[in-house]
T-cell receptor, first 114, second 114 residues
């Protein structure tokens, strides 16, 4: 079975500062990992995904994440925060059989301070 | 705009009632997923269909049922509604429903049970 833990339900960073959103996963098989973003009153949108190719994954809007098997982590980063990055971010894991479901973390709300 | 449409956007109903939520996937996508998002439970996977057949089941209550029709649209039926069923219900679609597929989310249906 898979599970995912997002550390910090709320994270605040200043505009222009580094964004770091933490995600740790648990999986008995090699996982597939995803980061989704949800803007207010909208559905989720995929930022990036790891599917066992390169461990450093680049996504949209300047975000990237690094898969670290030894640390069972898939943290999301962006070098310089922008006001438009304020949203809720979800880490998700999938693995196992074809019928395996995707499991989402509880989410981290990112606040950008001017 | 993800290309996934959901109707209605908002639904207000009373306890004990039954409602139907509708989802049209992106053109060409064969798989549809349903999720429930609430403050206390977060984003929960309910059920997945692929080309009309049930593919995977998550935390879906027995009072809830879903189906995918030959034209690939899907409906989620919620019956004997309780106050705790108030939530945002998302539909997502993907090309073939594989674990590595990107899921495209609709804008959601906000259900309020009074």
């Amino acid at each position: 079975a898979q599970s995912v833990t997002q550390l910090g339900s709320h994270v605040s960073v200043s505009e222009g500062a580094l964004v770091l959103l933490r995600c740790n996963y648990s999986s008995s098989v090699p996982p597939y990992l995803f980061w989704y973003v949800q803007y207010p009153n909208q559905g989720l949108q995929l930022l990036l995904k790891y599917t066992s190719a390169a461990t450093l994954v680049k996504g949209i809007n300047g975000f990237e994440a690094e898969f670290k098997k030894s640390e069972t982590s898939f943290h999301l980063t962006k070098p310089s925060a922008h006001m438009s990055d304020a949203a809720e971010y979800f880490c998700a894991v999938s693995g196992g059989s074809r019928d395996d479901k995707i499991i989402f973390g509880k989410g981290t709300r990112l606040h950008i301070l001017p | 705009d993800s290309g996934v449409t959901q109707t209605p956007k908002h639904l207000i109903t009373a306890t004990g009632q039954r409602v139907t939520l509708r989802c049209s996937p992106r053109s060409g996508d064969l798989s549809v997923y349903w999720y429930q998002q609430s403050l206390d439970q977060g984003l929960q996977f309910l059920i997945q269909y692929y080309n009309g057949e049930e593919r995977a089941k998550g935390n879906i209550l027995e009072r809830f049922s879903a189906q995918q029709f030959p034209d690939l649209h899907s409906e989620l039926n919620l019956s004997s509604l309780e106050l705790g069923d108030s939530a945002l219900y998302f539909c997502a679609s993907s090309v073939v429903g594989a674990r590595t597929d990107t899921q495209y989310f609709g804008p959601g249906t906000r259900l309020t049970v009074l």
